[in-house]
């Protein structure tokens, strides 16, 4: 491998080591607004999540511009051509999570029954746990080339889901609402389900299309939306 080839992907995988970093600090801070069972989120809080979700974004752009212009450019060897692959579609997951976290944080203060959010934190909060070790290990599979930790991770998918089904099924027993209350949120909570579902299918529709017009045109229209709609 050639100095300015090794120099090219050493670079990338430094600058991916601190784009993990800031996304895992954001669901640090997600952690310790939940822990709190409160309703209310500190403009301080706030704002500091909000700069971190810009510094992502451009983080993400530039860093997925690197990926793509060293394997245009410096013509990697396959195996370092399926890693930086690979850095290019965790890099946009972690895009992902850390935009999640903004719309998670939103949800909160519109939540207006405090009793019944403060008897749900908890098992929100044993949910996230578990979803932030998941990415703390897949981060740590890609990065110490762990399979172990990848397979764990993928494994625990599962155990998330169940998390999901049991606890809020309890919750909603141990509320000791009426049954036809109880049934009433149950079903709720599978329509909400369906909805979720749906709503990523749009945005996986998003994402091509987003693609296509990288394709077309060479523009990364990415966190972009609203200037792409001013135009029209």
């Not at 169940?162 to 599978?190: D, G, R, V």
Request: net charge negative.
């Amino acid at each position: 491998m050639s100095i300015k080839k090794e120099n090219a992907i050493q670079d990338i995988l430094s600058h991916f080591e601190t784009y993990a970093n800031l996304i895992l600090n954001q669901l640090s801070i997600l952690e310790k607004v939940i822990s709190t069972g409160s309703l209310v989120i500190s403009e301080e809080v706030m704002n500091e999540l909000n700069i971190n979700e810009d510094r992502s974004d451009r983080f993400e752009i530039k860093l997925s511009e690197k990926i793509v212009n060293t394997i245009v450019l410096q013509k990697p060897v396959a195996s370092d051509l399926r890693k930086l692959m690979a850095c290019y579609q965790i890099v946009i997951n972690l895009e992902r999570i850390g935009d999640l976290v903004i719309n998670i944080v939103k949800f909160i203060p519109k939540i207006k029954d405090a009793e019944t959010y403060n008897r749900m934190s908890d098992v929100i909060y044993n949910m996230l746990l578990v979803s932030v070790q998941m990415v703390q290990k897949s981060i740590l599979s890609f990065t110490n080339s762990d399979k172990d930790f990848a397979i764990w991770t993928i494994r625990n998918d599962e155990v998330v889901d169940e998390m999901n089904h049991k606890l809020i099924k309890k919750a909603i027993i141990k509320s000791k609402l009426p049954e036809e209350t109880q049934q009433l949120l149950f079903s709720f909570i599978h329509i909400n389900s369906m909805i979720s579902s749906i709503e990523r299918i749009a945005d996986h529709a998003t994402n091509v299309a987003e693609a296509s017009i990288y394709a077309i045109e060479g523009t990364d229209i990415r966190h972009l939306h609203h200037d792409l709609e001013s135009k029209e």
